[in-house]
């Protein structure tokens, strides 16, 4: 079983930024450079939806059309993380944002994630 655990949620006025970072353990035998890793948000109300991913060697990264260019996703390897840097966050960007590994994306989510982390609330004032 890998675990997931995010940090870097917060409230931030519209307009601002976040971080967000996902460390992952316990990788069952498999490496953390094996997992497509992604991050998905949730509003209250609405489903959970995907926002980004990103390869195995990070040299391809998918979005969803709302958070193109504002955006964008890395990983580092070497520590096992997964981040998600937000710019320009607007109140509609406000939900929890979970992180999950393993899962196939192309233009879209193909086999959604086998894995999901416990979620950071993002809150972006107006």
């Known amino acids: 079983q890998v675990q997931l655990v995010e940090s870097g949620g917060g409230l931030v006025q519209a307009g601002g930024s976040l971080r967000l970072s996902c460390a992952a353990s316990?990788?069952?035998?498999?490496?953390?450079?094996?997992?497509?890793m992604g991050w998905f948000r949730q509003a209250p109300g609405k489903e959970r939806g995907f926002v980004a991913a990103?390869?195995?060697?990070?040299?391809?990264?998918y979005y969803t059309n709302s958070v193109k260019g504002r955006f964008t996703i890395s990983r580092d390897n070497t520590k096992n993380t997964v981040y998600l840097q937000m710019n320009s966050l607007k109140p509609e960007d406000t939900a929890v944002y979970y992180c999950?590994?393993?899962?196939?994306?192309?233009?879209?989510?193909?086999?959604?994630?086998?894995?999901w982390g416990q979620g950071t609330q993002v809150t972006v004032s107006s």
């Open positions: 999950a590994a393993d899962m196939v994306v192309r233009t879209a989510v193909i086999r959604p994630p086998a894995h």
């Open positions: 990103i390869s195995q060697s990070g040299g391809s990264t």
């Open positions: 316990g990788a069952s035998g498999r490496t953390f450079s094996s997992y497509t």
